[in-house]
């Protein structure tokens, strides 16, 4: 074997070591439950799982919303909550949304 083929080949091996899992490939997975204005079930759910950029959804959307981010490569997760739109701006407290399920009771 050449030294050339052998360099490649130690290239090749290298990379394939270093290289990403392909479930991280497009970022976390995403779940997004929707909630309605009124005290009540979920009435939506949508979702976003490692290593698919495509969305899936059930149900209906509404404006309350909890957001679960859920990092492929650590398993980290994060809980994000909003009220009206999916924007920073419209992001609430967790002490916000427990505040509205504790007026349902």
Known sequence: MSRLVRIALIALLAAATVAPPSYAVDGPQTDIYYYP????????????????????????????????????????YQRRYYYGCLTGSCEISEAAWIARWESCA
Do not use: A
């Open 37 to 76: 204005e009124d005290c009540g079930d979920e009435v939506g759910h949508k979702w976003k799982e490692c290593g698919n950029s495509g969305w899936q959804m059930t149900g209906t959307t509404g404006p309350w919303m909890l957001v679960v981010t859920f990092n492929c490569e650590t398993s980290d």
